[in-house]
């Protein structure tokens, strides 16, 4: 367990709809990164949130939005749900905002798009 | 761009070692390594930083060659719970303010047999 907590841990809706992550990082943990895993693009950088404040970003689609809140947690949302955004979605928290820190990784969440 | 790794699957009988290569056109700065089990979170194993260092856990080890940015990763005397996919993550050495963010290679499975 690494401490990083996801919910829901499934998810399965239609195409069009409209979804909301979430994810507690670690206590202490300043850092949260949001991650897409598929089968076909494999483990994919989404966007990164530093106490509150976005950081980087990867790959991520204008439909798709984040945000951390005060109190650290962060929410991911994907709008107008496509076939193609079936995948895996991880979360992972680090203490800070810096090079070679470890990213610890919370169970994921499994989004089903029919 | 995603760092490659090679091989892309290997199949071993307890005992047995393995080597898994992880190799990127860009400057690194690090090198992160973990395991997947399927359908559940990476574990973290170890990250790596430039200065060509290696590092060891239990009988699993890895070193970093800056000057070919390549990492590898040594598996010795595998055991059946090595088995799943191992990633490499890089984080790239130029400047900037990205600071954490990770781009993955395509993974290399693992399998151990008894």
């Known amino acids: 367990d690494s401490g990083v907590t996801q919910t829901p841990k499934h998810l399965i809706t239609a195409t069009g709809q409209r979804v909301t992550l979430r994810c507690s990082p670690r206590s202490g943990d300043l850092s949260v990164y949001w991650y897409q895993q598929s089968l076909d693009q494999g483990l994919q950088f989404l966007i990164q949130?530093?106490?509150?404040?976005?950081?980087a970003k990867g790959n991520i689609l204008e439909r798709f939005s984040a945000q951390q809140f005060p109190d650290l947690h962060s929410e991911l949302n994907l709008s107008s749900l496509e076939l193609g955004d079936s995948a895996l979605y991880f979360c992972?928290?680090?203490?800070?905002?810096?090079?070679?820190?470890?990213?610890?990784f919370g169970p994921g969440t499994r989004l089903t798009v029919l | 761009q995603q760092p490659v790794q090679s091989p892309q699957a290997v199949i071993l009988r307890e005992g047995e070692d393995a080597v898994i290569n992880c190799s990127s056109s860009?400057?690194?700065?690090?090198v992160h390594w973990y395991r997947q089990k399927h359908g559940e979170a990476p574990i973290f194993l170890m990250i790596?930083?430039?200065?060509?260092e290696q590092k060891g856990h239990d009988k699993i080890s890895a070193s970093f060659n800056e000057k070919k940015q390549q990492s590898s990763l040594y598996l010795t005397a595998s055991q059946l719970s090595y088995s799943g996919t191992y990633f490499c993550g890089t984080e790239k050495g130029a400047g900037g303010t990205s600071y954490g963010k990770l781009t993955f290679g395509q993974g290399t499975i693992l399998t151990v047999h008894p």
């Open positions: 860009k400057a690194l700065y690090s």
């Open positions: 790596l930083l430039k200065g060509g």
């Open positions: 949130y530093y106490n509150g404040e976005e950081r």
């Open positions: 992972a928290s680090s203490v800070g905002l810096a090079r070679a820190v470890t990213q610890y």
